[in-house]
């Protein structure tokens, strides 16, 4: 299957989402996982997680890196001080390159190779959650 890195965190949040208590204790929250399915379309989905888990561990490093490349090269003006506008506008290029290579980074496909969990098993749950097929229709035929 194939999914835009841009989709990877909506899609994880559908699948699973998780809740702090006040001492930062994390729980399930709701998605899919916490719906009452077959297992079997609650192993489907668990693959799909684990393999975007990954590729999303992957995109942070990735956008970091984009990130570093450019702020690297971009003016600071210490304390008490101002850019003047020749740096400022340097800056404001660096940004908008910076903003274009992000985008040229999230619209990438990455193909994990989970199988497509089962579209007709989703839409027999019985839920009052409000999910987005767009996003389910990526993994699911």
Same mark, same amino acid.
Request: proline letters at 0%; zero cysteines; glycine letters at 8%.
């Given at each position: 299957m194939k999914i835009k890195k841009r989709n990877i965190t909506d899609i994880l949040l559908t699948i699973l989402w998780f809740s702090a208590d006040k001492s930062g204790n994390e729980t399930p929250g709701g998605g899919l996982l916490t719906e009452d399915t077959g297992l079997g379309l609650k192993?489907?989905?668990?693959?799909?997680?684990k393999d975007l888990l990954s590729e999303q561990d992957q995109l942070k490093k990735d956008k970091? @890196?984009?990130s570093k490349s450019f702020t690297d090269k971009m003016f600071v003006a210490n304390e008490g001080e101002t850019l003047n506008e020749e740096q400022q506008a340097l800056n404001a290029g660096l940004v908008s390159q910076? @903003?274009?290579e992000m985008n040229i980074l999230l619209n990438e496909e990455i193909a994990i190779n989970a199988e497509y969990a089962s579209l007709s098993e989703i839409e027999k749950i019985q839920t009052k959650a409000s999910y987005d097929f767009e996003l389910i229709e990526m993994i699911a035929q």
């Open positions: 192993r489907k989905l668990q693959k799909i997680r970091g @890196e984009v910076m @903003e274009s």
